[in-house]
């Protein structure tokens, strides 16, 4: 037998791990299942597997020497950078080689002047903002896990943050990309400049979730830290009355530097948690900030909380200092651990929905619970329509782990039901493969590969997933016939 | 017209590999490297599909008139932030000339308000599409975050119709500004990109910018005493309203006196597009610097190896916008590596060749 208790077969990792210390220096390939096992998951922790080696290069040539190796050798390689990603993108594969960019993480450059950042992808998402704080620069998009993850992991899931309704996400914030092919050549993608000839590549190589090309260096723009900053905390006695209170603050022509909401559960989980002095009895809170000089900070507070007012919010509170400010906020930003504190598990989603449709899926969501017994606090990116219900499970349950993955594939397929999108900001990664066949036709999905092949023709960037091959669609229809029609019934069926 | 007849004109050019040339109003025909194939005129395929204000999001079919839906935007008191240009006196001798939707799209010029709000890419969410094959597909969405699946919307944006007939796009829009103000400052040129670049660096409402002959010209949109602030803080004379509205519009239309009425024997127009803290390009011309040092447009006679090789060494790249040879090519040449991924992604989504032949870029 070559294949070993894990899975890994280890003439095939003896070929792979011997090509490699020859182009890598000692220390920078591990294969023992004591190193590499740190590397078995992301920050999706319900799916694990053992990679077949993990390199660890430490500058781009040594990437290009990798990638030309498992090029050589047809062997699959998944990037990494920081491992916190939330969909499973960077789960290895035990055929595989795990490229962690994790020892890559110079800040090159920052230019005040021309306000730029060029660094290197390993680089944390904070590390970019402190590093241009001098200057009163930062960078924009801020994900909940920015002390920790990378530059590069956030250019590969394009994520977001609690500021992207006014700021954008990180595909509108980065200049340009420079990348290694799966054939070890480099690739410029975008510019210093504004824009750049040809098809705008760096679109397509955000958000790709390492399927395209390796990322070596990012150039990120950076913006001046607004002078002040205020935050309206508006308590409302329904969830709908709050839902229509955010579509009623953008047709009043507001865009708030942050709109979010959490329903009466998520507050009392973080409430016990960081004690933020959150309104209990509401049925939902909304927070709702403005930035930027003082004056335009004042006018902004003053015409958001009319609005909120004549929306009926039953209670408005606004910050009076910095440090009440970030009280508000804390409870916000720590509502992912307060939920992890009440329950063993959580499953967190990331449907993207119309703004008018809140109402409309948060009831649904709250049918949901009663129908598979479980609990579901909700938070939300509010302005821009991203949901992240968390569902409450006990994964030692094999039926409630059963029961979540139910549950979160209908609230996912009400969220492509009322025009919306199974992720708005985490990835597809593995977790949401099968809901992208709902999502999209295989026409689509027929150009999705068009794309990738079009960069790695022969399939061995981060494959199986971010776009399911349609054999998968088709066995996924099969186990899934919803309202009585088979999707996808042109497909041939084994 | 219905998108199916678009679809089954394009099964039948796939067939017979004839080529096609996809076209609007044709008021961007003068920009690309070259004009082939039968066209095909989007303009019968038109309407809003949706709009709503508090989603921040308008769909629009490709034909549609540009015009038609800034004027619903007015009447909501919202905007295309990234202000395209509509460019309606070049249309072909054609009196009824304007620009729409999909040529809009597909050409990804922005305006004036480019360097605060963005970029026409930026603001694409969603587009369908006819490929080369004549499969109707969709991608993105109406709603403002979504990261399933490749970002084809934004890929469309400025492939100048090489890809795929755009059928129908959605974008997302912004609320009007409650207050504008233009302020007009004397400043040479070093000085005028180091201080928009310094401005830049500070939480000031900087709309828009234009320097030429010695004037600067900055717009300030926002709150009115965001607006206001910022007015004391810059300093300059304060230009009347209406004017500045006139100012913006010939800035962003080409109506300028600046960019002049296009005569026979003028020198081409070079748009340099470099990082905007770039010094001053010493080219021989007559210079416009939008975009806070970012966009420069230049008359000039220079050969095209002179100002490609200017741009590059600032850090950009550079067009030929209008006018000139264009066998020196429109678009500054790739490399290699870039070349190879543009030609096959041509060759996914336009396996015959048919849309749009040499427009972008001789051998694409």
């Not at chain 1, 390689?77 to 110079?106: E, H, Q």
């Not at chain 1, 708030?256 to 009466?264: F, I, T, V």
């Amino acid at each position: 037998m070559n294949v070993s208790a894990t899975g890994i077969n280890f003439i095939r990792q003896a070929e792979v791990v011997a090509r490699l210390r020859q182009r890598l220096p000692s220390g920078a390939v591990l294969y023992a299942e004591e190193d590499t096992r740190s590397y078995e998951c992301d920050g999706l922790s319900a799916y694990r597997q053992l990679p077949m080696v993990v390199a660890l290069p430490s500058n781009e040539e040594e990437v290009r020497e990798v990638l030309r190796t498992c090029n050589e050798l047809k062997v699959p390689v998944v990037a990494r950078g920081a491992g916190t990603g939330l969909s499973g993108g960077a789960l290895p594969m035990g055929d595989g080689v795990l490229l962690s960019l994790a020892k890559m993480r110079r800040i090159l450059a920052v230019d005040p002047l021309a306000r730029t950042a060029r660094v290197q992808p390993g680089v944390t998402n904070l590390a970019v903002s402190q590093a241009a704080a001098p200057y009163g620069l930062f960078y924009a998009p801020d994900p909940s896990s920015q002390i920790a993850c990378s530059i590069g992991g956030n250019v590969a899931e394009n994520s977001g943050g609690v500021h992207c309704l006014k700021y954008g996400l990180t595909v509108h914030n980065v200049l340009r990309a420079r990348a290694v092919t799966i054939e070890g050549g480099i690739v410029e993608f975008g510019g210093e400049a504004l824009d750049s000839p040809g098809y705008d590549l760096l679109a397509l190589l955000v958000g790709s979730e390492g399927m395209l090309a390796v990322i070596t260096e990012v150039t990120v723009k950076l913006l001046p830290e607004p002078e002040a900053a205020r935050v309206i905390l508006a308590s409302f006695d329904d969830l709908e009355k709050a839902g229509n209170a955010v579509a009623d603050i953008i047709a009043a022509g507001i865009i708030p530097a942050g709109l979010e909401m959490m329903d009466r559960p998520a507050a009392r989980a973080v409430e016990d948690f960081v004690h933020a002095g959150y309104d209990l009895d509401a049925a939902a809170l909304l927070l709702c900030e403005a930035d930027g000089t003082p004056e335009e900070v004042e006018e902004d507070i003053a015409s958001m909380s009319e609005v909120l007012r004549r929306s009926g919010a039953s209670a408005i509170r606004i910050s009076a200092s910095e440090a009440e400010r970030q009280k508000f906020w804390a409870g916000r930003k720590a509502a992912f651990p307060a939920v992890g504190r009440i329950s063993p598990d959580y499953y967190c989603m990331d449907g993207t929905i119309p703004r008018r449709k809140l109402g409309e899926v948060l009831l649904f969501i709250g049918q949901l619970e009663k129908k598979y017994g479980l609990r579901c606090p909700n938070v939300f990116h509010a302005g821009d329509g991203n949901l992240h219900p968390l569902i409450l499970f006990d994964a030692n349950d094999a039926d409630q782990l059963h029961r979540t993955e139910q549950f979160a594939g209908e609230v996912l397929e009400k969220c492509i039901e009322v025009g919306g999108t199974i992720t708005g900001e985490h990835g597809v990664g593995i977790e949401k493969i099968n809901q992208m066949c709902v999502q999209f036709r295989p026409q689509e999905i027929t150009a999705f590969h068009g794309v990738k092949r079009a960069f790695d023709p022969e399939g061995l960037l981060n494959p199986g997933k971010n776009i399911p091959t349609l054999h998968r669609c088709a066995e996924f229809g099969r186990m899934h016939v919803k309202g009585g029609r088979l999707p996808h019934p042109e497909l041939p069926r084994f | 017209m219905h998108a199916e007849g678009f679809a089954e004109s394009i099964r039948g050019a796939a067939a017979s590999r004839t080529p096609l040339r996809l076209r609007g109003g044709g008021t961007k025909d003068f920009y690309g490297q070259a004009l082939e194939g039968e066209v095909l005129d989007t303009r019968g395929y038109a309407g809003i599909v949706a709009y709503e204000p508090s989603e921040l999001v308008v769909t629009a079919r490709c034909g549609t008139r540009l015009a038609e839906i800034e004027a619903a935007m007015s009447e909501k008191k919202q905007m295309l932030a990234f202000e395209p240009p509509h460019f309606a006196q070049f249309g072909s001798g054609e009196t009824t000339s304007f620009a729409t939707v999909g040529g809009m799209v597909a050409a990804g010029l922005s305006g004036p308000r480019r360097q605060a709000a963005g970029a026409l890419r930026d603001f694409v969410l969603g587009v369908k599409i006819i490929d080369g094959r004549g499969e109707t597909l969709t991608f993105g969405g109406q709603v403002m975050k979504n990261v399933a699946g490749y970002d084809v919307s934004r890929l469309m944006a400025g492939s100048l119709g090489t890809l795929g007939l755009i059928l129908e796009a959605s974008l997302k829009v912004l609320p009007l500004p409650v207050a504008e103000a233009t302020l007009r400052l004397e400043l040479p040129e070093d000085k005028a990109i180091e201080t928009l670049n310094k401005w830049g660096g500070k939480p000031l409402p900087i709309s828009a910018s234009a320097w030429t002959g010695g004037e600067l010209g900055v717009r300030l949109s926002g709150a009115g005493a965001a607006v206001k602030a910022a007015r004391e803080e810059i300093g300059g004379e304060l230009i009347d309203a209406a004017q500045g509205e006139r100012f913006w519009a010939g800035i962003r239309e080409h109506t300028a006196p600046f960019f002049g009425s296009p005569v026979e024997d003028a020198a081409p127009l070079w748009r340099i597009s470099v990082p905007s803290a770039a010094p001053p390009l010493k080219l021989q011309g007559e210079q416009m610097i939008e975009w806070g040092g970012a966009l420069r447009w230049f008359f000039s006679q220079a050969d095209a190896r002179t100002i490609r090789d200017a741009a590059r060494r600032a850090g950009g790249h550079a067009t030929l916008f209008r006018g000139g040879d264009k066998f020196a090519g429109t678009f500054q040449p790739l490399s290699p590596a870039l070349m190879k991924i543009h030609r096959e992604l041509k060759r996914e989504f336009d396996p015959h060749g048919i849309f749009n032949r040499r427009r972008m870029y001789p051998d694409l």
